[in-house]
């Protein structure tokens, strides 16, 4: 069975700040690993993924995210947050073998301050 | 670009009607999903599709039917509808091959039952 941990159901920091959202997984086999955002009143939308090869992802908006194997983490970084990154952010985890399926964590709500 | 429409934003509902969800998605996925989401528990699978007339249980299914009668549409059945089933609902779809199981979403059909 999989599941998907995110530490922190909110988050602030400060317009220029570094954001780091927390993911930590578990998973019987090699995972693929998501980052999704919902903005107010929307669906949601891929940031990046993790499926083989390099560890370190990037993705849209200026976000990127590490692979590590030992740590089961997948945290999501961006070097200099904008008011524009408030919103809610996903991760998720899916393997080789799990038919397609998600396992999506609790979410984390990031605000920016002015 | 992958298009997930959902047939309603917002509904409101009186317990113990019939409500149903429509999703219709442009891109010949095979998979399609519905999901709840509710503050602080994330994504919760309800059911999902992997084809036409195939349905399979998710993590929560009880109150809840759906049916898949053309590869496109995949609908959402409250049978009677009670309050704790007031909830953002998200309908999304992926192929059953290639990209890791990255899923698509529609906007979401938040849904209030009195």
Known sequence: ?????????????????????????????????????????????????????????????????????????????????????????????????AGNMLTFGGGTRLMVKP | DVKVTQSSRYLVKRTGEKVFLECVQDMDHENMFWYRQDPGLGLRLIYFSYDVKMKEKGDIPEGYSVSREKKERFSLILESASTNQTSMYLCASSLSRGLAGEQFFGPGTRLTVL
């Open chain 1, 1 to 97: 069975a999989q599941s998907v941990t995110q530490l922190g159901s909110h988050v602030s920091v400060s317009e220029g700040a570094l954001v780091l959202l927390r993911c930590n997984y578990s998973s019987s086999v090699p995972p693929y690993l998501f980052w999704y955002v919902q903005y107010p009143n929307q669906g949601l939308q891929l940031l990046l993924k993790y499926t083989t090869g390099a560890t370190l992802v990037k993705g849209i908006n200026g976000f990127e995210a590490e692979f590590k194997k030992s740590e089961t983490s997948f945290h999501l970084t961006k070097p200099s947050a904008h008011m524009s990154d408030a919103a809610e952010y996903f991760c998720a985890v899916s393997g080789p073998n």
